[in-house]
């Protein structure tokens, strides 16, 4: 059972626009929401977090919306470039052991 | 952040044989975990490990297929054993830090091809 649901599965985005990447969450006792960022060949490395008590949480050009309410949460990635394709994972836990989504692969193309 | 290395990045094997991948990390940590990521696909765990007890086998995953060894607080070892095409993956060591924002970080993945 996916207890985090991830989409897009892929996703395409010209150099300089936005790319979002949404994911839900079903377990009310998750309580800490990374997004991991994975080259080819690399593993995971996180890239941003967020915990249930904040809406927003920025980074750069990264930024985490949260809506509890919903069971929700989203990462923008503004003026994307060319360097930010890779697959990113949302996750959550309710413990020390990280809950992963399926993925998305994200191109930023020229 | 903790640095993790694996060993080895890399093989290719036969069906049948078994293949130890090491896992060090730079400091002591309690917990350590390992994951395998089919190819294309998202991180799926398979146990944790803690230092002075037998690991935690998540559902689907037993001890005789993945033995996992942790003689102390800065290294792991995950057998594959008897080994077949299935279990052509990458396999990844992580580990939990406590304290800050209690972050979990991995290695750089052991890719395994089983012919």
């Known amino acids: 059972q996916q207890q985090v649901k991830q989409s897009p599965q892929s996703l395409i985005v010209q150099k300089g626009g936005i790319s979002i990447i949404n994911c839900a969450y079903e377990?009310?006792?998750?309580?800490?929401f990374p997004w991991y960022q994975q080259f080819p060949g690399k593993g995971p490395a996180l890239l941003i977090a967020i915990r249930p008590d904040v809406s927003e949480k920025k980074e750069g050009r990264f930024t985490i919306s949260f809506n509890k309410s919903a069971k929700q949460f989203s990462l923008h990635i503004m003026d994307s470039q060319p360097g930010d394709s890779a697959t990113y994972f949302c996750a959550s836990r309710p413990n020390q052991k990280v809950t992963f989504g399926i993925g998305t692969k994200l191109q930023v193309i020229p | 952040s903790a640095v993790i290395s694996q060993k080895p990045s890399r093989d290719i094997c036969q069906r049948g044989t078994s293949l130890t991948i090491q896992c060090q990390v730079d400091?002591?940590?309690?917990?350590m975990f390992w994951y395998r990521q089919q190819p294309g696909q998202s991180l799926t765990l398979i146990a944790t490990a803690n230092q002075g007890s037998e690991a935690t086998y998540e559902s689907g995953f037993v001890i005789d297929k993945f033995p996992i060894s942790r003689p102390n607080l800065t290294f792991s070892t995950l057998t594959v054993s008897n080994m077949s095409p299935e279990d052509s993956s990458i396999y990844l060591c992580s580990v939990y830090r406590t304290g800050g924002e209690n972050e979990q970080f991995f290695g750089p993945g052991t890719r395994l091809t089983v012919l």
């Open positions: 377990n009310t006792a998750f309580d800490y």
């Open positions: 400091s002591q940590v309690t917990m």
